[in-house]
């Protein structure tokens, strides 16, 4: 099986982000993705919410006058924590290689 596009990983951690700072509607989170520049639709963001449903890593709880509110659980901040530790050690690593190139 080949790792998932590097796409859906981003929007993965961005979903599970925001969901970790507030439980949101689907059309919530399509703002807030674009108030941060990510042009995803709706049709394209409910196939990662249903993957990330699946994984256990986020809830959806039916709100009268909302729809559904997805909110983060024990797991997805588990993967959200595993995501932005890769994410720390990838900065680090880059970090040296540029102290690198700026000391020779």
């Known amino acids: 099986m080949s790792p998932p596009p590097l796409d859906r990983v981003v929007f993965r951690l961005y979903i599970l982000k925001l ?3 507030s ?16 042009d995803k639709n709706i049709r394209a963001l409910r196939p990662i919410l249903r993957s990330l449903m699946m994984a256990r890593a986020i ?9 559904r509110v997805y909110c983060i659980t024990d797991a997805g901040r588990a993967e959200l924590d595993a995501y932005l530790s890769h994410l ?8 040296d290689v540029e102290e690198t190139k700026n000391a020779a």
């Not at 439980?23 to 990510?38: H, K, Q, W």
């Open 88 to 95: 720390a050690v990838l900065r680090d690593d880059v970090g």
């Open 23 to 38: 439980p949101s509607t689907v059309f919530n989170l399509v703002e807030r993705l674009r108030a941060r520049g990510i």
């Open 59 to 67: 809830t959806a709880e039916l709100v009268e006058g909302n729809g």
């Open 19 to 21: 969901v970790q700072s």
